[in-house]
């Protein structure tokens, strides 16, 4: 069926440093990936997005990179701040099949001052 | 806008018990959502509706209800309780249109725990 998932559960980084957090996802008839951020005791909130027919968009900070050649997405965030200590998903979704999302495991990034 | 709001953001029940989880979101959008997050794990789909008067299963809807009558609420029914719907509860919104890009907005959850 379906999955989402992360190569890592738990990444840890210096302040200041860049993050990369991965997912890899397994339907390939997906055409819209979503990264959230999750903080503690709160709901997921929207980061970036990107299409398909997309392999890069950038953010403020944040760079998302999707790789559909071995169904990879990666989400990149540029020094790092203790601010982003969170939880991060990545979701998708296929928009011909409806709204709902898949949605991965999650990767807990810590941010070291 | 408020965005999406949901109440009570605790509550303790007793196996058996029933209780309704509030949501009720501002923007006008058309789909709204119902997941449970369990620890550690990520968000499992319970119920969803795409407008008023239309709802449908999502991956784990057992043991829960839905009613959508107004574009803005979408409460959740927990009928009997049971220690295995301990988990926190979000509600989330979005517009959406056939094939467009459009994000899903989270409201800030329901901790939820049946002893």
């Known amino acids: 069926g379906e999955s989402v998932g992360l190569h890592l559960p738990t990444l840890s980084v210096q302040e200041g440093d860049n993050s990369i957090i991965n997912c890899a996802y397994s339907n390939s008839a997906s055409d819209y990936f979503i990264w959230y951020k999750q903080e503690s005791g709160k709901g997921p909130q929207f980061i970036i997005d990107?299409?398909?027919?997309?392999d890069k968009r950038q953010g403020q900070r944040v760079t998302v990179l999707l790789n559909k050649t071995v169904k990879h997405l990666s989400l990149q965030i540029a020094a790092t701040q203790p601010g982003d200590s969170a939880v991060y998903f990545c979701a998708e979704k296929n928009t011909e099949y409806g709204n709902k999302l898949v949605f991965g495991a999650g990767t807990i990034l810590r941010v070291k001052s | 806008n408020a965005g999406v709001t949901q109440t009570p953001k605790f509550r303790i029940l007793k196996i058996g018990q029933s209780m309704t989880l509030q949501c009720t979101q501002d923007m006008n959008h058309n789909y709204m959502y119902w997941y449970r997050q369990d620890p550690g794990m990520g968000l499992k789909l319970i119920y969803y509706?795409?407008?008023?008067?239309?709802?449908d299963k999502g991956e784990v809807p057992n043991g829960y209800n839905v009613s959508r009558s107004t574009t803005e609420d979408f409460p959740l029914r927990l009928e009997l309780a049971a220690p295995s719907q301990t988990s926190v509860y979000f509600c989330?919104?979005?517009?959406?249109?056939?094939?467009?890009?459009?994000?899903?907005?989270f409201g800030p959850g329901t901790r939820l725990t049946v002893l």
């Open positions: 509706s795409v407008g008023a008067g239309i709802t």
């Open positions: 990107i299409r398909s027919n997309m």
């Open positions: 989330a919104s979005s517009y959406y249109r056939t094939k467009a890009r459009d994000t899903q907005y």
